[in-house]
């Protein structure tokens, strides 16, 4: 039968014992530093608002880390992160979602907003600490619970005077006019929700305002309103095609007739000057002939009063004798004058053709 010694064994238990916890110590220690050390990462479009969580006591902010980050190795701190990325999100202004806008003529407008909007990373501690940030990231430092932080910051601080601010610039606009001024509605917009915004963490980089839309009975007037001013200014284009038309002829017909009378007035004083050069040419004429007349009559009578003085009473028989054989004139005589010349009493017409 084998021997033992009892103090080699109960050395070698004592040994056991004590490794085995020291052992345990080791891997409790372990698991103690695994729990309350590590190192948190911030990826890039985020911030990470770091805090101290000590086993007794109230958590102690640390510090902002904007990603791309990381704390390192450190002894309980922890991290919640939020988004620092420009978000986009849409407003309807319509029955379906608060009602339409009425405009300046108390017509209701539809339109849609559209806003970007981002967290400063320079005021990531105050969102945190007076906006409730912490309170929404219930210590969960998931990347999702960052975008439902910028949700609910949008729904809290940011929507309302939004909505407001787009509803008090399209009610400055009547119902029709609000689509030609988009640009100065959506420039007026982000004005004032800069302005209202101004001592908040957020940031305000855009605001467009959609197209707006009047209703569809207000459309379909305009448009048969339009569509009756178009078919009257066509016909008062007709019209006064037609009375330009009439005014032409017209002031045709009165040139042709002016021109015609100028063509009788001058035809006619063509006439009158024309009669009158031939009054004158037939006046001549006559002055002609009369002078014609008196120059033969005139040297008729001298002729005969040279007969008279040369042949003396004898020319008178001779005359008279003519007179006879023509039966035409007769000269009687009255007897001598004072120088012994005979004088011519009268002339008897016995022209046989003036007597019939």
């Known amino acids: 039968m084998a ?34 050390m590590g190192n948190k990462r911030v990826l890039s479009g985020f911030a ?22 990381s704390t390192g190795w450190v002894w309980r701190q922890e991290v919640s992160k939020v988004s620092i990325t420009p978000d986009t999100t849409v407003e309807k202004f319509d029955a379906q979602n608060g009602g339409a806008v009425l405009g300046k003529d108390k017509l209701p407008i539809s339109c849609t907003a559209s806003l970007v909007y981002r967290l400063d990373p320079k005021k990531v501690k105050e969102f945190m600490e007076d906006f ?6 219930s210590g969960r430092n998931d990347d999702e619970v960052a975008d439902e932080i910028m949700l609910f910051a949008y729904n ?43 001592n908040t963490p957020f940031i305000i980089d855009s605001v467009a305002v959609g197209e707006t839309n009047p209703p ?12 009756t001013t178009q078919e009257n200014e066509r016909k008062a284009t007709e019209l006064e095609i037609a009375q330009k038309q009439i005014a032409i ?3 045709q017909g009165e040139a042709e007739g002016a021109m015609k009378m100028e063509l009788a007035r001058k035809e006619a004083e063509a006439n009158l000057a024309r009669g009158e050069a031939e009054a004158k040419v037939i006046e001549m004429q006559g002055r002609a002939k009369a002078a014609a007349a008196l120059q033969m009559a005139k040297a008729e009578a001298e002729g005969l009063e040279l007969k008279e003085k040369a042949m003396g009473p004898n020319v008178l028989r001779a005359k008279a004798y003519d007179n006879m054989l023509n039966n035409a004139k007769v000269y009687l005589p009255s007897g001598k004058d004072a120088d012994g010349n005979m004088s011519v009493l009268g002339i008897l017409n016995l022209d046989k053709a003036e007597n019939k």
């Open 132 to 137: 409730g940030g912490i309170a929404q990231s």
């Open 156 to 198: 809290n601080f940011i929507q309302q005077p939004f909505r407001t601010a787009v509803r008090a610039e399209l009610s400055k606009y009547n119902a029709l006019d609000a689509s030609g001024s988009l640009q100065e509605i959506s420039d007026h917009v982000f004005q004032q929700l800069s302005k209202k915004l101004h």
């Open 48 to 69: 990470g608002y770091v805090y101290e969580k000590p086993i007794f006591g109230q958590n102690k902010f640390v510090g902002i880390l904007v990603g791309p980050s």
């Open 3 to 36: 021997t033992y010694d009892t103090k080699t064994t109960g050395y070698f238990s004592r040994t056991l014992v004590i490794g085995g916890i020291i052992l345990a110590a080791l891997i409790a220690l372990a698991i103690f530093l695994g729990a309350n």
């Open 249 to 251: 002829q017209k002031a």
């Open 216 to 227: 569809a009975a207000i459309i379909e007037s305009v448009v048969k309103k339009v569509q």
